[in-house]
């Protein structure tokens, strides 16, 4: 009987039901969002007439379903491989991509003809970069047989990573227009691509090989100064000039999020591998005395942070300059974003207007990719938002699991830290869109809108699989 | 049905459908945390069974003694760092440095990627190679015998 039980118990695991089971509600309701878009857009342009108007003469056709149907198919070609190639690799991380992704490109769809400038083909772009992802997504998985050639060339990668986003950021500093959302992209030509999103993965595992190295090193500590341990810097300083150049690249061209990002990425990992609670408190010393220093030094630190005391209550007093050149604070840039963005959430109240329904992708800046939060909690509501910080956080539990299963200190780091990556992302732009810290702008991921950005997420979600197949065949002692 | 209505019951069957996705995902962690960790407290209660051991013939230029006896479980990795089965605290063994598995009787050494390499027998274990008891297995400068 209960060599039955565990019989059926690994061909359920090998056909990957609990996957397949946990597709089915993403799918209904992505098609469902789908189905209520033209609707929602049809109810806005005759608010007028449209509403006590019959439903049946308006249903949308299957026509009109085809860019989700066609996401939909992607993401079942991808199960069927993962299922024959990959069985033992986890289960609950491709339904809460897909759902996210899918989501993503629904968004697009919405937002595409409502911003401005406006881009009607902003949702099957998103569906393109999407399907490109998940073919990044298969390659990365059949290419990583193991993880070793990943940790031996790491200085390779690591030099590789800094001359491609040194090239870029070169770029544009000779285009001088540091304002510019676009100034940190490369142009292939129609294809855009932000290095920066790929530099994040090459530097986790670049810290991620060098410190399963010198684990033992970096956790036993260097010289003490009373009760305090410093961390040996001969061994740490690979990882520190690697950190200086990225954060120096960085703030030379004004992208604060992604400094922000790796330096937690790097506190992080650091915790991770030395298991030293003082490294991360010193870490965050460094950072408060560094910000402190950019504050007082840049005047565009001090523009950002001052869109976080924006007091929202006393908005007519909002001014800025003096005499002939005062006008009202939020009709500028940062301003104006953060204050509409607030706007469109707290109009969204609990249950939201309902998708394609809210205005606050037509009147919140940047609202397809920055401001994509914004656009959630107008038309999805608080509920809605709660509901997605659920999967964000799901997603970073069954990535840290998949690192704590791991075999061997690399696979551990590297899983720990791509997943941070995502935890740290998801936390600085909602508290930036929440005006709860200054404005950057990264995207949020797998929801924002930007090729880049999406591939780069499904490398890391593919990685993730990956260790998870491994440790599961060497649990087996099949590998 | 007027549109209106109609909207608002999409709206809401669409946060409905969020949370029962929710739930359903919350429902399957339980569900594998449970299992997990009956599977976690079998294995408390029985450590892993000593399959074999390795006894050092030329310490090379480390500290070690000849004929210190180490014992193997069935997945064994040596290395410097602190989470191998068996920890070697010299310079020139790698963090990661050898892996060694029991599998149907028959035992493999693979190297995991060391800067001094692994032998089997002065042959290099790149790949996984078969070991007889009493092969010769030398991980960086230490030369071990295995046996039973």
């Known amino acids: 009987m209960a060599k039955q039980l565990a019989t059926s118990e690994i061909g359920k695991r090998r056909f990957r039901w609990k996957e397949r089971w946990l597709l089915l509600i993403p799918g209904i309701f992505l098609l469902l969002e789908m189905f209520q878009l033209p609707l929602a857009q049809y109810y806005k342009n005759n608010i007028d007439t449209s509403r006590q108007q019959s439903v049946l003469s308006l249903l949308p056709t299957v026509h009109d379903l085809i860019p989700i149907i066609g996401f939909l198919a992607a993401v079942v070609v991808v199960h069927i491989v993962l299922t024959i190639f990959f069985p033992k690799s986890d289960q609950m991380l491709f339904p809460i991509v897909a759902l996210m992704s899918g989501l993503g490109v629904l968004l697009a769809l919405r937002n595409g003809p409502d911003t401005f400038p406006s881009d009607p083909n902003l949702g099957m772009k998103q569906l393109l970069w999407v399907s490109i992802g998940l073919g990044v997504f298969l390659i990365t998985l059949f290419a990583l047989r193991s993880m070793g050639w990943l940790r031996r060339y790491k200085y390779t990668w690591a030099v590789l990573g800094l001359i491609l986003v040194g090239i870029t950021l070169g770029n544009a500093l000779r285009v001088k227009n540091l304002d510019s959302p676009t100034h940190d992209q490369l142009n292939f030509g129609p294809f855009a691509l932000q290095p920066s999103e790929f530099l994040k993965i090459i530097i986790v595992v670049f810290f991620a090989a060098y410190l399963s190295e010198n684990q033992d090193v970096i956790a036993d500590g260097g010289f003490r100064l009373g009760p305090i341990s410093l961390p040996p810097m001969r061994q740490l300083g690979p990882l520190l000039l690697m950190l200086g150049i990225a954060l120096v690249l960085f703030l030379g061209v004004r992208e604060l999020g992604l400094a922000l990002l790796i330096y937690g990425i790097f506190l992080s990992m650091l915790y991770l591998g030395s298991n030293k609670v003082t490294y991360v408190i010193g870490g965050l010393v460094v950072f408060f005395l560094l910000g402190f220093i950019g504050y007082s030094l840049f005047s565009y630190v001090r523009a950002r942070f001052a869109a976080v005391g924006l007091d929202m209550v006393n908005w007519q007093n909002w001014t800025t300059g003096s005499g002939t050149n005062t006008t009202v604070y939020f009709a500028q840039n940062t301003g104006l974003q953060i204050a509409q963005g607030l706007v469109a959430i707290s109009s969204g109240g609990i249950l939201g207007t309902g998708f394609g329904l809210g205005h606050a992708s037509a009147l919140v800046p940047v609202a397809q990719s920055d401001m994509v939060v914004s656009v959630l909690g107008e038309e999805f509501g608080l509920a809605g938002l709660f509901a997605l910080i659920g999967f964000y956080l799901i997603l970073l539990y069954r990535g840290f699991r998949i690192a704590i299963e791991a075999r061997g200190t690399f696979n551990q780091l590297l899983a720990g830290g791509l997943t941070s990556i995502f935890g740290i992302q998801t936390l600085i732009i909602c508290a930036g869109n929440l005006k709860l810290i200054p404005l950057t702008g990264i995207p949020l991921p797998f929801l924002s809108y930007g090729g880049s950005s999406v591939i780069a997420n499904f490398i890391i979600i593919g990685i993730l699989l990956r260790i998870s197949h491994n440790t599961a065949m060497e649990k087996e002692g099949l590998a | ?148």
Do not use: C
């Open chain 2, 1 to 148: 049905m007027t549109l209106d209505v109609f909207l608002l019951i999409l709206r809401l069957l669409g946060i409905v459908l969020l949370y029962l996705f929710l739930m359903q995902v919350i429902i399957s962690i339980t569900r594998d945390l449970r299992k997990t960790s009956v599977a976690n407290e079998g294995a408390l209660s029985q450590l892993p069974p000593v399959v074999g051991h390795l006894i050092v013939v030329d310490s090379g230029p480390s500290k070690i003694a000849p004929g210190t006896s180490f014992s193997l479980n069935p997945q064994t990795t040596i290395g410097r760092g602190p989470t191998n089965t068996i920890q070697i605290s010299e310079t020139f063994v790698s963090a990661e440095h050898t892996r060694l598995w029991f599998r149907n009787g028959v035992w493999y050494v693979q190297d995991a990627g060391s800067t001094n390499g692994t032998f089997l027998n002065n042959q290099p274990a790149r790949d996984a190679l078969q070991a007889r008891v009493g092969d010769i297995i030398q991980v960086g400068f230490i030369r071990f015998k295995l046996a039973q």
